[in-house]
């Protein structure tokens, strides 16, 4: 395993922990909030070296932000990318602890 270097956590900004992420969790996967310049190799290194697992494959996409309204102007939420990792089996990651 690498050496763990300050912009592994500048990589992975957070885990999502929603409905959908706890189902594809039974399928060894866990999807995060990863900075919007990153790509999967990236990723890939830094879940390896903070969690300590081996990574099969990375999927990425960008949540473009909605348009809302508040007080009569008009805004918009920021883009979010997302990264589901998918673990190698028998591996698993506990996102409850922190880093």
């Not at 949540?63 to 939420?77: D, I, L, S, V, Y």
Request: charged share 30%; no cysteine.
């Amino acid at each position: 395993m690498a050496e763990v270097k300050p912009h592994h956590y500048d990589v992975i900004r957070r885990p999502l922990i929603t409905e959908k992420s706890t189902l594809v969790a039974e399928q060894n996967k866990i999807i995060f909030e990863v900075a919007p310049d990153a790509d999967k190799k990236a990723i890939k290194e830094a879940v390896e070296v903070l969690f300590k697992v081996s990574v099969t494959k990375v999927n990425t996409l960008t949540q473009k932000g909605k348009t809302k309204r508040f007080r009569g102007f008009e805004g918009r939420r920021s883009d979010v990318k997302k990264a589901i990792v998918t673990l190698a089996e028998g591996q698993s990651v506990d996102i409850s602890t922190g880093l």
